[in-house]
């Protein structure tokens, strides 16, 4: 595994993290050994999307032991209410909800803790002086949470983010719709002059980029515009790791994985040959798809 610098913060993040979405609602024995392989190969970034109960048990059985090996980041401002993952906006419920979260995770801190999927609409609500952020500011100075972050599906508003400077990373889609995106070099940008880590979501478009075929990739998974295409032979899991992992500013990328069999096909990318990694034809595929 090889790491890189996550922003101005002093962490060393594997280029390659774990994404748990579709990990959350497998069995206890896949998710103990999907985790457990992870830190065993290095794989030391580990972002938690949903905070069901069950699941977070069963990182803490894994993680106890090795909490320096794992970088945890949390939701801010989401969590389960009523069975189910949603937005919680308000200080009073996001409170109680991360509290909760940390209390069944079994950790005394979170490295990272993250305002989960900000849409352009609730910016700036979360950015005001009574705002989510007031209560992430708190967490940060009592040491609950060592780093802020926010996930943000549009790119606009991302580069809205990096430029308050109050975050230490981005999570935002990269992967090879992120060619069309106009906003794209603007935020490669300013994440190197404010020296914010940008972490890559959605590098197979939700898995879309590795099912050949027609068909339509919805907006929150391209990361830009809904788009009806067939996604060519040669697009592979590989080549996009290798795509994203080459852009500027990049930290990590966290592919989401259902089991330890899907991680370790994601590393294959460490082995691949010249042939296997060069994503070239790719780019200009998706290019002229616009």
Known sequence: MKFRRLGRTSLKVSEIGLGTEYLTHQPTDVIFDTIQTALQVGMNYID???TYVPFLQVLNQVVASKRDKAILTLPLGAGIKDGKHKKLRSEKSAKISFEETIKTLGVDYIDIAVIQYVTPGEYDKIMAPRGLIQYAEELKQTQVVNHLGMSIHNPETALRAVE????????THQNFFSEKNPKRQALFQACIKYNVGLVAIKPFAGGQLLSKGKKR?????????SEVLTV?????????LSYILDQPALSTVIPGV?????LLHNLQYYEASPEELDYTSLVQYFSEKS
């Open 258 to 262: 259902k089991n330890k069999e899907e």
């Open 48 to 50: 938690i999307v949903f």
């Open 217 to 225: 990739i919805p907006t929150y998974k391209s990361g830009y515009k």
């Open 232 to 240: 060519p032979s040669d697009c592979t899991a590989i080549r996009c």
């Open 164 to 171: 308050s400077e109050d975050f230490d990373l981005i999570m």
